[in-house]
Structure formats: C-alpha cells, structure tokens
T-cell receptor, first 113, second 113 residues
Framework: AQSVTQPDIHITVSEGASLELRCNYSYGATPYLFWYVQSPGQGLQLLLKYFSGDTLVQGIKGFEAEFKRSQSSFNLRKPSVHWSDAAEYFCAVGAGGGNKLTFGTGTQLKVEL | EAQVTQNPRYLITVTGKKLTVTCSQNMNHEYMSWYRQDPGLGLRQIYYSMNVEVTDKGDVPEGYKVSRKEKRNFPLILESPSPNQTSLYFC????????????FGPGTRLTVL
C-alpha cells in the first residue's frame, strides 16, 4: 500500500527566506506525486504534480518540487516566501489507474514578517 | 465558473439523526471522491466513484454511504451519525485517467453531538 510522510508538522520562516517542505513516499512502482495547498477556511488547491519526465517540476505561485527516486522524496521549494504563502501544505501520492490518492498529514507553514 | 459545490457548509446535528451532504460539479468529471480531514491525520479517502453507478470504498468507509446516480452529483450519506464522525469533509472531482488535477470543494464542517 502507498503511504506519504511529511516529517515537519509546523515550519516557521521569515518573509523573503527560502523554503523547503519535505515529503517522503512509499510506493512499489513509479508514483504520481502532488503538492496541494490549503489556505485557512478553504479547500485544497493543486500546486504542482509529477507523473514522469523531468524530475524538477514547476508549479503555481513560484513553487517547484524535485522528484528523487533514490530517496523516495518529493520536496517542495520556494526561493523567497511571501506572507501570503502561510497555509497548510499536503503532499500526496497516487497509484496508476485513477482510483486512489493518499495524502500526508500536512505541514503548517507560518511566515514571520 | 468551473467548480465543486458542497452543501451545507456547516452542520451541527445529534447522534443517530440521518443526514446527507451534497456534492455537485459542473466540469463533466468522471471521477469523484469524498475525504475527511482530521487534525494530525491529513485527508483520508472515504469513498470514490469512477463513473455513474460505479462506487468503491476508500480507507475509512465505515458509517458512510454514497451514491452516483448522475455524473455531476455524489452525495455523502450518514445514516446514523456518531460523534467520531465530527470532521471536515471535502468532495473532489477530476477527469480520468491518470490523475488529472483533482478539484476540491470548499468543505463541510460537521459536528455530531
């Protein structure tokens, strides 16, 4: 069965600093990987996804993520954080066939001004 | 506007009183799914549907029912709600196959007393 681990429950960064959110997955085959963001009181919005090809993927809002098969990781990065990035971030892994998406427990990002 | 809608957005009820949370999407998506979100547990899939009249259990289906009589609607039914079903519920939809972006509804906060 697939699983996702987000080891950091809370992260605080200063506005303008760089950000890296960690995600490790477990899945027997090539995974489909996603990062979602949830702003307070909102649903989830897709930031980026990886299916195959280039292991560095670009997303919306200036985010990027790198797939590292050897480390079973899909870490999310942003070079300069804005106060509006404060939210909860979820990593998710999907199996092929479109019938299951497993989420991590989320990382709450706080941005200090 | 392309969207997933859920009703009601907030609901307080009592143990054992049957309730239905509606979910509707206007994007002609084949795939629809229900998740519950609990602190420290992330999102867990309750049920999903690959198309009309095709539904299947997710990770936490106990105490829930669903139906998919029309492509656009995917109601979540709690026949006898219990306090452990107090949670934040999200409906999502997407095209198939291969995990095109899942669009999430705004969420329904349910409290069972």
């Amino acid at each position: 069965a697939q699983s996702v681990t987000q080891p950091d429950i809370h992260i605080t960064v200063s506005e303008g600093a760089s950000l890296e959110l960690r995600c490790n997955y477990s899945y027997g085959a090539t995974p489909y990987l996603f990062w979602y963001v949830q702003s307070p009181g909102q649903g989830l919005q897709l930031l980026l996804k990886y299916f195959s090809g280039d292991t560095l993927v670009q997303g919306i809002k200036g985010f990027e993520a790198e797939f590292k098969r050897s480390q079973s990781s899909f870490n999310l990065r942003k070079p300069s954080v804005h106060w509006s990035d404060a939210a909860e971030y979820f990593c998710a892994v999907g199996a092929g066939g479109g019938n299951k998406l497993t989420f991590g427990t989320g990382t709450q990002l706080k941005v200090e001004l | 506007e392309a969207q997933v809608t859920q009703n009601p957005r907030y609901l307080i009820t009592v143990t054992g009183k049957k309730l239905t949370v509606t979910c509707s999407q206007n994007m002609n998506h084949e795939y629809m799914s229900w998740y519950r979100q609990d602190p420290g547990l992330g999102l867990r899939q309750i049920y999903y549907s690959m198309n009309v009249e095709v539904t299947d259990k997710g990770d936490v289906p106990e105490g829930y029912k669903v139906s998919r009589k029309e492509k656009r609607n995917f109601p979540l039914i709690l026949e006898s709600p219990s306090p452990n079903q107090t949670s934040l519920y999200f409906c999502a939809s997407s095209f198939l196959p291969n995990y095109n972006e899942q669009f999430f509804g705004p969420g329904t906060r349910l409290t069972v007393l």
